[in-house]
């Protein structure tokens, strides 16, 4: 088997073994998958290039959660109920009663518990990132009016960090179920508040080199694995290109400000007309363009999904900008961060078919 030949076969081996393939998401020596089996119930596992190292995975997870893990063939590591040789405190979890509610093997989690005024998320990673991810969601959590979950508690040698729960829907679902009058505004007035936020100590910055070069490396992954023709990607470079120009061609940023840095449809919650923001463990100081061109980018998305209409992308889009108010330059170099973010979904997506038959959204 040729490297280039990694995705197709991945997916050839899922479906010989009866399931199929939603999403994966890549490494330079294997796939994380997620899956779906012939009852459409979720399956989480690995492909592994290597049969050795596939093997040896297999062993190492099943002896932290025995009896939830199959190797299938040579490649396909499957890993159910939790189980996670990195992630060691995930089992115990699911097998206490927890529901799964994310599973990147070997990366990260998510758990919930309880029901309504009751119910909490726990969010597990390697017991090494702990630290850092709980002072990056607390300082968010701190921001002046910014609605964010907090961290009730934490546990480093566990790996786990307890939020708070916040209540709402996802700006996702309203894309197809309806948007009550203001929502896009106050969108974007909720995001001008974490970019306006106060000097915050201990955060990273990530400017557009840096974006730049995580678009590159997944256009990389996908060369590798073979996920896109070289044609389009070659062509997703050049795009990439000439959307890091638009930037540059935009001026000079007038000074950094707190990002989400991977702000999208799903991150936001609206509860009677406020807005909250999931996932903030990703902050990081830059150009506040970075994140309107990415959650612009996604609006892009899903249209071609089908999971939303044009005319309502439209809207929001527009929403969005009037409750933000961006100047001039924050505009124009959010043009540019948005085609750099369309090149990177398409990169991404290559490897999600799954995500790529949603039904249509409003009529």
């Known amino acids: 088997m040729t490297p280039t030949r990694r995705f197709a076969t991945a997916r050839q081996e899922v479906e010989a073994h009866g399931m199929s393939l939603v999403r994966a998401h890549p490494r330079r020596d294997r796939l994380h998958l997620d899956l779906a089996d012939a009852d459409g119930d979720r399956v989480v596992g690995q492909w592994i290039g290597e049969a050795q190292t596939a093997e040896t995975v297999a062993a190492a997870t099943d002896s932290v959660a025995s009896g939830r893990v199959r190797l299938l063939g040579n490649h396909l590591v499957v890993q159910a109920g939790g189980a996670d040789r990195r992630l060691r405190s995930l089992a115990t979890l699911v097998a206490a009663g927890a529901d799964l509610v994310v599973h990147r093997p070997e990366r990260r989690a998510v758990v919930r518990t309880g029901e309504g005024e009751s119910r909490t998320f726990t969010k597990v990673v390697r017991p090494s990132r702990t630290a850092d991810l709980a002072q990056r969601m607390t300082r968010a959590a701190a921001v002046p009016g910014l609605l ?216």
């Open 148 to 363: 964010a979950p907090r961290v009730v508690a934490t546990d480093e040698s566990a790996g786990t960090i307890e939020m708070s729960t916040l209540p709402g829907r996802t700006l996702h679902d309203l894309l197809t179920d309806g948007m009550p009058a203001g929502t896009a505004e106050a969108i974007g007035a909720a995001v001008r508040t974490l970019h306006t936020a106060p000097d915050v100590d201990g955060v990273g910055g990530h400017d557009l080199g840096a974006e730049v070069d995580v678009t590159r490396a997944l256009l990389d992954l996908a060369r590798l694995h073979h996920a896109l023709e070289p044609r389009t990607l070659d062509a997703l470079d050049r795009d990439a290109a000439r959307a890091a120009s638009v930037v540059i061609g935009a001026g000079p940023v007038g000074g950094r400000s707190l990002l989400h840095r991977d702000l999208h449809d799903k991150q936001l919650l609206v509860d009677d007309g406020r807005v909250g923001m999931l996932d903030v463990d990703t902050i990081v100081l830059g150009d506040a363009a970075l994140d309107l061109g990415n959650l612009l980018a996604h609006l892009d998305l899903r249209v071609r999904q089908g999971w939303t209409l044009p005319s309502t992308a439209a809207e929001v889009e527009d929403g969005v900008l009037e409750g933000y108010a961006p100047d001039a330059r924050t505009r124009a170099a959010a043009s540019g961060y948005r085609a750099l973010t369309r090149a990177r979904l398409r990169a991404l997506y290559a490897f999600r078919p799954g995500d790529m038959r949603q039904p249509v959204g409003a009529r």
